[in-house]
């Protein structure tokens, strides 16, 4: 029988890695697709992923769906709240397009004019797949050394 | 029961109905605007407690606004549609929220809409829009495509527009 040994965390980024705190800012259908990880389906916790609810304590922002002018100046604040070092995650097409309400004059086109975008999932909306291909992504990034701000 | 609705009123408002339609369990009326205000009082009293919604539409070649009170009767399961045409240039109009309480948020939200005025509401702040400066984006001679295209897009870009 092969002996376990447990794994040594060498350095802080692999520990800030391996224990992401979210605050999620849902207005639409991403979340549908991200709720496979909330649950027991995909698993998200097995990551040391954790939705936690107040943005003073997250690590990630996840802004999943269309930002209205009225939730841009909301997102600005809770951003604002978050602790350094801190990252935020843009699900799907709206956030970084406008996606099918480009010609909407009540939603922003790029949430990145408002805050600083470290990784986008693309999709309308995207499968959890690449949402789970992502946040490993995310992770890694973070793992190899992304300061965040 | 619809047929005594429609009898009622009609004796009681003969020139003020313009267009009755019923069907089934649905009675439309097309109201003058004077007494708009009146019909609706009256269709309180004979059993219509719910106001499910009030709307409105902008006929631009006519110059008018329709509102559209949709009325509920809990009891008899009948539901009552009431119109009235008001003119664009003076969009004001008397506040039901004396009858209906929920009124007030509908009304609300056509007054952000359409810039309807109603009379009497108590609180009629903007709702999903801040900081609106452009004409109420409801209306048919709101642009909505040049509107985006100025405030969201640089000037060389086309529309729909990707960026990279």
Known sequence: MKKLTPKVIKSKSEARAWSVWVINYFTACGFMELLPWVGSGYDMERFGILPVPSP?????????GYVTTKAAKRIKMIYDQMASPKYVLALGSCPMTGGMYWDSYATIKRVDEIIPVDLWIEGCPPKPENIGHGIVMAANAIKGGLKGH | MI???ESRLKSKFPDSLLNVV???????FSV???KFYSILSELKDIGFDHLSDVTAVDYIDEQEFELIYHLWSHREKIRAIVKVRIP?????????????????????????????????????????????EEIPPFRKDFDTRKYVKEKYYQEDEQYPIVKG
Request: avoid cysteine; charge should be negative.
């Open chain 2, 3 to 5: 047929s005594d609705i």
């Open chain 2, 32 to 34: 003058k605007k004077e």
């Open chain 2, 88 to 132: 664009r240039e003076v969009p004001t109009v008397k506040s039901v929220v004396g009858l209906w309480t929920g009124a007030q948020m509908h009304e609300r939200e056509d007054h952000e809409l359409f810039g309807i005025n109603f009379e009497g509401n108590p609180n009629l702040a903007e709702l999903f829009l801040e900081d609106w």
């Open chain 1, 56 to 64: 003073r304590h997250a690590d990630v922002f996840i802004i999943a």
């Open chain 2, 22 to 28: 019923s069907k089934d369990k649905r009675i439309t």
